[in-house]
């Protein structure tokens, strides 16, 4: 394999794995508070038509296309609906004390459900195929950093993406700086290990609980973002989907044991192995389905190494998925 087809190999994997980014961290800052929330594809699709909704609503009102006011309609659009499903389960969950596994479950199908409707209502109107205009696809294309895209090797491998890319890392970089090195974040961390002993030290365990999922349910939205906006140009047809990258994501969030570091280069390299039978010649439909078991085989590999180890700071919160009950503290 030339050094040519390598370095095109490891953008594309960086490429695939930023929607895992986005859906592995706000997921991570979910269960950091206890609260395992299975409905990370549904928020992905939100995020994802919330944000070609945005974008295109902006082009309605505008009298002059601005890439980056269109890219920024998106962003925060999506943000805001995947914030609102976490919401929808936070509400369910925390003040409800409903089932956490069924209720993500039913936020998968709520937001793929939801997602798909409001899709289609925006294909109809414009004309039987939903999409934005080149000055806003632009605006998601890969940056031509003036002195550095154009370096030999790392120019194409470091600073060669576009911006969301770069987003997702950024925000992976100050997750872990907020768990590390706030007392917020030591607080929300207390609150998942423990909420009746947080709750005895004075920490809002519900505010913690609401704020911490979602929050994570509006980053998780920006892997849907990234997705149509990036991956299928602005378009929604044909029922957009968002091919189980949420269910991925869920598995990731093992894989890193939890860290938002460990997650970056994980998250990339669940993209390189969900995408590496483009890069292998001769496979067969077939052979291609059984590549894309591999990122699970892997999860669950780690899972059964973590298990044995018993190491603390890979372990889960301890009261993850399990309701709190202020009265019994």
Not at 77 to 97: K, P
Not at 178 to 192: P, Q, Y
Not at 205 to 230: H, N
């Amino acid at each position: 394999m030339s050094s040519e087809i390598v370095i095109k190999f490891l953008v594309a994997a960086v490429l695939a794995g930023t929607p895992f980014l986005f859906g592995t961290v706000g997921e991570i800052l979910s269960e950091k508070v206890g609260h395992l929330n299975l409905g990370v594809e549904g928020m992905m699709f939100m995020g994802a038509v919330s944000g070609l909704w945005a974008a295109v609503f902006y082009e309605s009102i505008a009298a002059t296309v601005s890439g980056v006011l269109a890219a920024i309609f998106a962003v925060i659009g999506s943000f805001l609906f995947g914030a609102l499903g976490a919401l929808i389960y936070s509400f369910l969950t925390v003040t409800l004390r409903a089932n956490q596994n069924v209720t993500g479950l039913t936020l998968t199908i709520f937001g793929t459900g939801i997602a798909n409707f409001l899709g289609e209502i925006l294909a109809q109107n414009m004309g039987g195929y939903a999409r934005v205009t080149t000055v806003t696809q632009g605006a998601f294309a890969n940056l031509n950093i003036p002195g550095l895209s154009d370096l030999p090797v790392v120019g194409k491998l470091l600073f060669s993406y576009n911006f969301v890319v770069y987003l997702g890392i950024v925000i992976a970089l100050v997750m872990w700086w907020f768990f590390k090195k706030t007392r917020v974040g030591l607080n929300l961390r207390a609150v998942g290990e423990s909420p009746a002993t947080a709750d005895s030290a004075g920490i809002n365990v519900t505010l913690y609980k609401y704020l911490a999922t979602c929050i994570g349910g509006g980053i998780s939205g920006l892997g849907g973002c990234y997705y149509v906006m990036v991956y299928i140009r602005g378009t929604w047809e044909n029922q957009g989907t968002i091919e189980a990258l949420g269910w991925l994501a869920v598995a990731l969030v093992i894989f890193a044991t939890w860290k938002p570091l460990r997650n970056i280069w994980g998250s990339y390299l669940f993209g390189a192995l969900y995408w590496a039978y483009f890069y292998i010649p001769g496979l067969t439909r077939s052979s291609q389905e059984i590549f894309k078991m591999i990122p699970y085989l892997v999860t669950l590999f780690v899972l059964i190494t973590v298990s044995l180890r018993k190491k603390k700071e890979d372990q889960p919160p301890a009261s993850l998925g399990i309701p709190y009950f202020r009265e019994e503290r």
